[in-house]
């Protein structure tokens, strides 16, 4: 079935390191990709998205391109934060369906 | 415009104990997920509905799992009898038009049970 591989935290930084979190996707069909953070305390939000092949997904500075030829979604963002320090989840869906998530990153951000 | 509501926030049962968790969607959302997060993973679907019709619970324990959404607005999940392995958080989230896996899905804060 579905099912979505991402790397496994937790991931530590100092801050403005260039971060990667890689995140791989089963091929059936012609999902939609998406990165959900979780910051402490809260609950999940939706960081960006991609729709279909070679598409780039952006916001707050994090970045995510739709590879199929490699199958994979790997989130990026060149100067981290503090504030980034939160849980991410890399996740497919497609049409009415609902998403399969990886097992998250946590990452953590020292000053 | 306000986000997707849960109650309770935590839970504490003993094992073979009933619990039921609640959930109201954004307003004039038609599709509400629940998921379930066991700690150290990411959400599982348990259910979906689409108004007060159910698209998919292929991943619902029926044994002791149950769900229902009346009137196509608020929607409960009850839990009957609780296993020491139902400790997660339950997530709520719902979309607008039933294409969740293209748009944005809105999540709930989530309730966190504890079996114990």
């Known amino acids: 079935g579905d099912s979505v591989t991402q790397m496994e935290g937790p991931v530590t930084l100092s801050e403005e390191a260039f971060l990667t979190i890689n995140c791989t996707y089963t091929a059936t069909g012609y999902p939609s990709l998406f990165w959900y953070v979780q910051y402490p305390g809260e609950g999940l939000q939706l960081l960006l998205k991609?729709?279909?092949?070679?598409d780039k997904g952006s916001n707050k500075g994090f970045e995510a391109t739709y590879r199929k030829e490699t199958t994979s979604f790997h989130l990026e963002k060149g100067s981290v934060q503090v504030s980034d320090s939160a849980v991410y989840f890399c996740?497919?869906?497609?049409?009415?369906?609902?998403?399969?998530f990886g097992s998250g990153t946590r990452l953590q951000v020292q000053p | 415009e306000a986000g997707v509501a849960q109650s309770p926030r935590y839970k504490i049962i003993e094992k073979r104990q009933s619990v039921a968790f609640w959930c109201n969607p954004i307003s004039g959302h038609a599709t509400l997920y629940w998921y379930q997060q066991i700690l150290g993973q990411g959400p599982k679907l348990l259910i979906q509905f689409q108004n007060n019709g159910v698209v998919d619970d292929s991943q619902l324990p029926k044994d002791r799992f149950s769900a229902e959404r009346l009137k196509g607005v608020d929607s409960t999940l009850k839990i009957q009898p609780a296993k020491l392995e139902d400790s997660a958080v339950y997530l709520c989230a719902s979309s607008l038009d039933g294409t969740g896996g293209l748009n944005e899905q809105f999540f709930g804060p989530g309730t966190r049970l504890t079996v114990l």
């Open positions: 996740a497919r869906g497609g049409g009415r369906r609902a998403l399969t």
């Open positions: 991609a729709t279909k092949a070679d």
